[in-house]
Nanobody
Framework: VQLIESGGGLGQAGGSLRLSCVVPGGIFRTSTVAWFRRAPGMEREFVAGISWRGGYTLYADSVKGRFTASRDNANNTGYLQMDGLKPEDTAIYYC???????????????????WGQGTQVTVSS
């Protein structure tokens, strides 16, 4: 299942952007939704995740307090609200969805079976 991302673009340092991820089909309600990113020349890294019920969220230390993951189960959509943007947030952002994911495996990319196409986020200083 291909996830559909939107919302990337150019932001300014200190500004905000919001990414959206539509999860087609019937898998959304039982899927953990997570966000990863890959900066130029860097490995893909975990950014944030939200459990399928929405009761548990996890963030990378680099975005904690600035980014917020949320979900709208009625519209099969996950969100990543990015506030306090920094130039080092510049990357391609990918959403991912998967089932049977625990608090331990949420950070691991291989835990997810469905991915979005990626959306570019560029933050200028």
């Amino acid at each position: 299942v291909q996830l559909i991302e939107s919302g990337g673009g150019l932001g300014q340092a200190g500004g905000s952007l919001r990414l959206s991820c539509v999860v087609p089909g019937g898998i959304f309600r039982t899927s953990t939704v997570a966000w990863f990113r890959r900066a130029p020349g860097m490995e893909r890294e975990f950014v944030a995740g939200i459990s399928w019920r929405g009761g548990y969220t996890l963030y990378a230390d680099s975005v904690k307090g600035r980014f917020t993951a949320s979900r709208d189960n009625a519209n099969n959509t996950g969100y990543l609200q990015m506030d306090g943007l920094k130039p080092e947030d510049t990357a391609i952002y990918y959403c991912a969805a998967g089932s049977s994911i625990t608090q331990v495996t949420m950070r691991i990319a291989k835990s997810y079976g469905h991915w979005g196409q990626g959306t570019q986020v560029t933050v200028s200083s």
